[in-house]
């Protein structure tokens, strides 16, 4: 079973406007972390914003919230007031504490790829 | 500026050749990882290491192997048993303590022929 699911290959939406980005995770972890990356069409990945399964509020970095519902396992992207420049495919990610705890890996969804239209 | 690079940006090799992809980091990070990114698809783990002479297979390393003689370095060879080398590598680091994002290196393209 997958263990991040990113249900939309493509998403497309009106600058200016607001999108959200689905992500479902499944882990039997209690102690976990998400994690959303944007990747352009350059190819290099950049971190923009994180959830801990602990933590009481949604994340919020300028125009990016994390919508997380934990008893639903959802951990969905909200951006605001999209710009040109959003246009990329954008990657939701899970940490977890298994395994020992030790090993900070990764796993990632397959992306969903927003385009941003003037 | 600390980061992570990544050379070359684009590689080319004939079938049958190992090849080495490089990776530096200069943000004291312990942890670095090696992914593979397939055309629309997200990221595989091929390798990581926590810390100097130790690492770990990620999910597919058949066909991959790594060293990490140095904190700063963790070069990925591809080697001729790698049966679908062409793809997008992506090198990443983190720190071990707390729970802190992967920072990634701009890739390196490799195409086989």
């Known amino acids: 079973a997958q263990k991040i699911t990113q249900t939309q290959p493509g998403m497309f939406v009106q600058e200016k406007e607001a999108v959200t980005l689905d992500c479902t995770y499944d882990?039997?972890?209690?102690?976990?972390?998400l994690f959303w990356y944007k990747q352009p069409s350059s190819g290099e990945m950049i971190f923009l914003i994180y959830?801990?399964?602990?933590?009481?509020q949604n994340a919020t970095e300028g125009r990016y919230s994390l919508n997380f519902q934990k008893a639903r396992k959802s951990a969905n992207l909200v951006i605001s007031a999209s710009q040109l420049g959003d246009s990329a495919m954008y990657f939701c990610?899970?940490?977890?504490?298994?395994?020992?705890?030790?090993?900070?890996?990764?796993?990632f969804g397959k992306g969903t790829l927003l385009t941003v239209n003037p | 500026d600390g980061g992570i690079t990544q050379s070359p940006k684009y590689l080319f090799r004939k079938e049958g050749q190992n090849v080495t992809l490089s990776c530096e980091q200069n943000?004291?990070?312990?942890?670095m990882y090696w992914y593979r990114q397939d055309p629309g698809q997200g990221l595989r783990l091929i390798y990581y290491?926590?810390?100097?002479?130790?690492?770990q297979k990620g999910d597919i390393a058949e066909g991959y192997s790594v060293s990490r003689e140095k904190k700063e370095s963790f070069p990925l060879t591809v080697t001729s048993a790698q049966k679908n080398p062409t793809a997008f590598y992506l090198c990443?680091?983190?720190?071990?303590?707390?729970?802190?994002?992967?920072?990634f290196g701009p890739g390196t393209r490799l195409t086989v022929t």
């Open positions: 990443a680091s983190t720190q071990r303590e707390g729970w802190h994002e992967q920072y």
């Open positions: 882990t039997s972890d209690q102690s976990y972390g």
């Open positions: 959830q801990g399964s602990y933590d009481e």
């Open positions: 990610a899970m940490r977890e504490v298994g395994d020992g705890g030790s090993n900070y890996k990764l796993t």
């Open positions: 943000l004291n990070h312990d942890a």
């Open positions: 290491s926590q810390i100097v002479n130790d690492f």
